[in-house]
């Protein structure tokens, strides 16, 4: 069964023009929800760790947010570098030692 | 600090032949984990180790993949035979403990079976 679901498969925007990229998770418990950026032909880097509902994290154009089934990754004013793929992972609450990955979302911004 | 390192880059093999990869993780780290990561797919994981002892391999095919950590640092991954549906990109990554959220990722080998 899907544990994790990326939306969309792919983003295209302009510079500047801001976005959200969607992530759902069907475990019944989590015990954390991680965003990474994977960059074509290279492993993914790590950028966020979720813990609760509620919770943000921010980190330069990026904002992460959490709820019960779903986060949210929040890119303000993009740049063409940051352009990637952007991976969500859940680890459940049950099982500590699983971590299950979404397919992703291919972001890419045009200058 | 070094990242973790992987080799070879690339591998191409004809189906039913054998193929190891290579993975020395960052200094200290004691958790080590291979992924499979298949086009357009996330990475799913295969095998977990702690120190050298497996913590998960519950998504290891066991009938053709094999993994082995030796004195805790540097492991292999190994397929024998080969399947196409094993083509893919093998990532090994690793962290500081057990359950900790930040994975440090390799570059990946990619493998294609023909």
């Known amino acids: 069964e899907d544990q994790v679901t990326q939306s969309p498969e792919a983003l295209r925007l302009q510079e500047g023009e801001s976005s959200s990229l969607n992530c759902s998770y069907t475990v019944s418990g989590l015990r954390g929800l991680f965003w990474y950026r994977q960059d074509p032909g290279k492993g993914p880097e790590f950028l966020f760790t979720?813990?609760?509902a509620g919770e943000e994290k921010e980190k330069e154009r990026l904002k992460a947010t959490l709820t019960k089934k779903e986060s949210f990754l929040h890119i303000t004013a993009p740049k063409p570098e940051d352009s990637a793929t952007y991976l969500c992972a859940v680890q459940p609450i049950q099982d500590f030692n699983k971590f299950y990955f979404g397919s992703g979302t291919k972001l890419n911004v045009k200058p | 600090e070094a990242g973790v390192a992987q080799s070879p880059r690339y591998k191409i093999i004809e189906k039913r032949q054998s193929v190891a990869f290579w993975c020395n993780p960052i200094s200290g780290h004691a958790t080590l984990y291979w992924y499979q990561q298949i086009l357009g797919q996330g990475p799913k994981l295969l095998i977990q180790?702690?120190?050298?002892?497996?913590?998960?391999d519950s998504q290891l095919p066991k009938d053709r993949f094999s993994a082995e950590r030796l004195k805790g640092v540097d492991s292999t991954l190994k397929i024998q035979p080969a399947k196409l549906e094993d083509s893919a990109v093998y990532l090994c990554?690793?962290?500081?403990?057990?359950?900790?959220?930040?994975?440090?990722f390799g570059p990946g080998t990619r493998l294609t079976v023909l």
């Open positions: 180790f702690q120190n050298n002892g497996v913590v998960d």
């Open positions: 979720l813990y609760s």
């Open positions: 990554a690793s962290s500081s403990g057990l359950a900790i959220s930040e994975q440090f």
